[in-house]
């Protein structure tokens, strides 16, 4: 039985024969949603259920239980159950249009002894695309590995951070061989995590790993910015050594609006005089009530999970809270 899909924000409709989800449905009508890992992980496929209700062979990872609560539904996964009104979730951003690029490798810098700095040189005219979105490598065999932005501005050339993990085809032996000038295809912007500047409410920003770059690129963009909001950074990281930008981003102080950065280590050593444990922890133990900020997440998809199910406990809006789902989202960059 087929059912009919009705977006509130376009007046769009679709219809959603048996056994489909939302997501292919729209597909199949040319009607655009974002999406971008298609397998419930990354969560950017999120919609709002004005009417219906909807079912999952599984119930996505990227979707917590107090969300579907609230009417959330991922669209990759979501089969309707009867005929839907949704609304998609937006920004005041304009997303620019992808396109395929030719660049040039400029630097491949060591952060640590698994992180990578690289920087990618684009041609005349750059890129246009907003902090927080990421780029397709794209392989010789077709495959592509992704890659956040980890800078606000290109002035002609792309930032990246990258963990090099051993035996990986791309981050180990192509980035291991990679000499300055080697030429590189690139599909890009691509992603809708961005900073809603609609929102105007105080900024908690999450991040582990590499999942700082990102975060790193949104909050330049607010650097010396009149309207900038009070910001948050929690960066988790393992050890000391593993904190690559510590001394830039306490160097923001001043720059940004009442600017608290945490870092947290989960096997800090006996000498480390900050915070332990995990990024979500660490922001629960500083906030009694959460009801009045936005957040931003970025990282591996455990801690984003449990991050949106803590947050919600202590009041924090569900419309409020932006996730990029790094492993999930960015799942085939480290693969082998």
Known sequence: MAYRVHIL???A????????SVLEAAG???VRLPHECTFGGCGTCRIKLAEGTVRYEEFPMALTPEEAAEGYALACQARPESDLCISVASSSQVFPEPRRVSATVQRIDAYTDDIVHLTLALPDGGLDFLPGQYVNVL???GETRSFSMASAAADGQLDFHVRRIPGGRYTDHWLGQAQPGAAVEIEAPLGVFSYHEEDWRPLIMMATGTGI?????ILESLLDKEDCPPVSLYWGMRTEADLYLQDEIAGWAGRLYEFNFVPVLSRGGPGWQGRRGHVQDAVLQDHDDLSEH???LCGAPAMIQQAKHLLAGRGASLDHIYADSFTFQHALATAG
């Open 9 to 11: 924000e376009t007046g």
């Open 13 to 20: 409709a679709f219809d959603v024969e048996s056994g489909e």
């Open 28 to 30: 199949r009508a040319d």
């Open 139 to 141: 392989l010789p065999d």
């Open 213 to 217: 770059a990102p975060i790193k690129a």
């Open 294 to 296: 936005a957040f931003y």
